[in-house]
């Protein structure tokens, strides 16, 4: 079974030492990294590199390889100076961002606990984030949406990850209800995040240890994007 990657593994660490694996136009790879890679409606993480003779080079993305997943390549900010294997690096991210995704998204499961609809698409930015629902015949209300949320926000419940073979994750009948979503596979395995009484499904991203971190936040609007199709977007307050 895989290890955990160092930001699934640290997602409140924002400092962290590595080395240079490979360089390519795609960017950076190296043998660990907190950078959370784009993903599952979440941004990749921004932040910067310091490098051994103290000069800073930004990072302005981070993607995986499209065809080889475990890959992570970091994009530098154009004019950086060109790294070479083997150099030796510290990492930082930009956290005051990675925190307003982490504590979005986990909300965004919060919102699926409340509507029982397929999601169709799903958008976080840093105080804003949005699900799509497959919901033909919509009573959805903002003022009910909000204080749902609110409530559940105010449990306090602690959020867990596990990591299941596939074989595992097709036997469990715990995980019967969200056969439907298909698991995002890395090497094999699922990973599973859970909010006790309230959500249990398939996930890559980031996410707070306790839901009280999202704070409070408002249901902003619920639009109508197709004849099935309802946007419901949230913002942190
Ligand atoms: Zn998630």
């Not at 962290?16 to 950078?35: H, I, W």
């Not at 800073?56 to 390889?65: E, K, L, P, S």
Request: one cysteine or more.
């Amino acid at each position: 079974m895989r290890t955990l990657a160092l930001f699934e593994e640290a997602p409140y660490q924002c400092n962290f030492n590595a080395r240079v694996l490979a360089v390519s136009e795609q960017g950076v790879a190296l043998d660990q990294t907190l950078f959370y890679p784009t993903g599952g409606g979440q941004p990749g993480d921004q932040g910067h590199f310091l490098l051994p003779d103290g000069s800073v080079v930004a990072v302005v993305g981070t993607q995986r390889d499209p065809l080889h997943r475990s890959i992570i390549w970091h994009q530098l900010k154009e004019g950086a100076p060109v790294l070479s294997p083997d150099m030796e690096l510290q990492g930082c991210l930009d956290w005051e961002r990675r925190y307003l995704h982490m504590r979005m998204h986990t909300c965004l499961h919060l919102l699926c606990s409340i509507i029982s609809a397929p999601v169709t698409g799903c958008s976080i930015g840093t105080n804003k984030g949005r699900l799509d629902f497959d919901l033909p015949d919509s009573t959805l209300d903002k003022e009910y949406i909000t204080r749902s949320l609110n409530e559940l926000i105010n449990r306090g419940l602690e959020v867990s990850v596990r990591l299941l073979s596939s074989c595992e994750y097709d036997s469990l009948l715990e995980f019967a209800h969200i056969r439907t979503v298909t698991p995002a596979l890395m090497q094999g395995v699922v990973r599973i995040v859970k909010i006790p009484g309230l959500d249990l499904q398939p996930c890559g991203g980031t996410h707070v240890r306790n839901i009280a971190e999202i704070g409070q936040v408002v249901c902003e609007k619920i639009e109508k994007k197709s004849r099935h199709n309802r946007r419901v977007t949230l913002r942190l307050t």
